[in-house]
């Protein structure tokens, strides 16, 4: 079971915003842990989207931006097109568990 | 441009041992600044940390995994390897090599499909 919650799917026609929650606790995300985002494309493994919270690595289109508050963080598509349907996770560090967790992953779906 | 790629048996039977290698191309191990790893996802869910290592390093497992896990490498061949013991259906899964720093997941293999049925 993960420590991580993200909504199973959000969905939004070409064009539109849509965001990502991933809502954590004092143990993760609450303690200061970074945040990353992951997207995964049907059939293929998964791709470092946004690190340290909001950081885009290099090739990554500036419609998605990550931000963190508190115990959550959360990924913003904006423009969304038919290719960023995809299944999107996010990741931090949990000190009760001393390891590395992923959020239950969030399934992305282009109207 | 680095790159990793898993290699080892699609299936396995329930009690043995499953055993993975990734290729790492574009670093080496040895003398890399990076932590290596294993992530796996069973079909259809989500993404799972079993554990990371620093070549001259320490080296961290999943708590739920730690008893079952052995890592290896192979700097001549600039590999490194998986041994899961006692493995059982819940151990069926896409397991893949990753590079990592920072606590992040940068670069990902492809991922090889382990089945554990006999």
């Known amino acids: 079971q993960s420590v991580l919650t993200q909504p199973p799917s959000v969905s939004g026609a070409p064009g539109q915003r849509v965001t990502i929650s991933c809502t954590g606790s004092s143990s993760n995300i609450g303690a200061g842990y970074d945040v990353h985002w992951y997207q995964q494309l049907p059939g293929t493994a998964p791709k470092l989207l946004i690190s340290?919270?909001?950081n885009r690595p290099s090739g990554v289109p500036d419609r998605f931006s990550g931000s963190k508050s508190g115990t959550s963080a959360s990924l913003a598509i904006s423009g969304l097109q038919a290719e960023d349907e995809a299944d999107y996770y996010c990741?931090?560090?949990?000190?009760?568990?001393?390891?590395?967790?992923f959020g239950t992953g969030t399934k992305v779906t282009v109207l | 441009q680095l790159q990793l790629q898993e290699s080892g048996p699609g299936l396995v039977k329930p009690s043995e041992t499953l055993s993975l290698t990734c290729t790492v191309s574009?670093?080496?191990?040895?003398?890399?600044?990076?932590?290596w790893g294993w992530i796996r996802q069973p079909p259809g869910k989500g993404l799972e940390w079993i554990g990371s290592?620093?070549?001259?390093?320490?080296?961290y497992y999943n708590p739920s995994l730690k008893s079952r896990v052995t890592k290896s490498v192979d700097t001549s061949k600039n590999q490194f390897s998986l041994k899961l013991s006692s493995v059982t259906a819940a151990d069926t899964a896409i397991y893949y090599c990753?590079?990592?720093?920072?606590?992040?997941?940068?670069?990902w293999g492809q991922g090889t499909l382990v089945t554990v049925s006999s």
């Open positions: 340290g919270n909001s």
């Open positions: 574009g670093d080496s191990i040895s003398s890399s600044r990076n932590y």
């Open positions: 290592f620093y070549y001259s390093g320490s080296t």
């Open positions: 990741q931090s560090y949990d000190s009760s568990l001393s390891a590395y967790v």
């Open positions: 990753v590079e990592s720093s920072s606590s992040r997941f940068g670069c």
